[in-house]
């Protein structure tokens, strides 16, 4: 069964520094990948995705994340992470060989970076 | 271009009443997709929608019902409202097939929510 996992529901970072955010999944095919941010009593925000070439994918706001076959992992990274940045970050998978257009996200996990 | 949007942004209802929310696609999408959010349960799908047909459906009982219009527009029926049908409901709609660059038409764009209160 396709699924997303990230293990952390929680991440805290100190200003600066650099973040890490996990994401492994589990697809039949090859994956669609993605990364949204959420912020409080808002929708989800599109962040970056990867669908095919370049392991390394550059987002929005300085993100950044790479593809991992082998590890089946997407994790999502940023050089230096700012206040601003705290919010709840969700990845999700397509497989688009098993013919089904369901997007599956993971439970999210909450970045708090301090200043 | 205009993002998704959707109505009400908040509702108030009591249980055993039904419910109508609506989303407006991103003009040139063609498909919209729906998922419940709640604290307990993350993020869960709902279903699809893509030329007026469903295409895909959650794990949800059958109270939950959706539709597409011509237009894309989309709208979720909720009836019988029970008190763990207070979430915040999300849209989300992709071009597929539709206007945009081939890199997006896989990408999810998201409205800013209906937050639905049963009481």
């Known amino acids: 069964a396709q699924s997303v996992a990230q293990p952390e529901d929680q991440v805290n970072v100190a200003e600066g520094n650099p973040l890490t955010v996990k994401c492994t999944y589990s697809?039949?095919?090859?994956?669609?990948l993605f990364w949204y941010v959420q912020y409080p009593n808002r929708g989800l925000q599109f962040l970056l995705k990867?669908?095919?070439?370049?392991?390394l994918v550059k987002g929005s706001y300085g993100f950044e994340a790479e593809f991992n076959k082998s590890q089946t992992s997407f994790h999502l990274k940023k050089p230096s992470a700012l206040v601003s940045d705290s919010a709840l970050y969700f990845c999700?998978?397509?497989?688009?060989?098993?013919?089904?257009?369901?997007?599956?996200f993971g439970t999210g996990t909450r970045l708090k970076v301090l200043a | 271009k205009a993002g998704v949007t959707q109505t009400p942004r908040y509702l108030i209802k009591t249980r055993g009443q039904q419910v109508t929310l609506s989303c407006s696609p991103i003009?040139?999408?063609?498909?919209v997709s729906w998922y419940q959010q709640t604290p307990g349960q993350g993020l869960q799908f709902l279903f699809e929608?893509?030329?007026?047909?469903?295409?895909n459906k959650g794990n949800f009982p059958g109270r939950f019902s959706g539709r597409q219009f011509s237009n894309s527009r989309s709208e979720m029926n909720v009836s019988t409202l029970e008190l763990g049908d207070s979430a915040l409901y999300l849209c989300?709609?992709?071009?597929?097939?539709?206007?945009?660059?081939?890199?997006?038409?896989?990408?999810?764009?998201f409205g800013p929510g209906t937050r639905l209160l049963v009481l």
């Open positions: 989300a709609s992709t071009p597929l097939g539709g206007q945009g660059a081939a890199g997006d038409q896989e990408t999810q764009y």
């Open positions: 697809v039949s095919g090859n994956p669609y």
């Open positions: 990867y669908i095919t070439g370049d392991n």
């Open positions: 999700a998978v397509r497989d688009i060989s098993a013919g089904t257009y369901k997007y599956i």
């Open positions: 003009s040139g999408h063609r498909s």
């Open positions: 929608y893509f030329s007026e047909t469903q295409r």
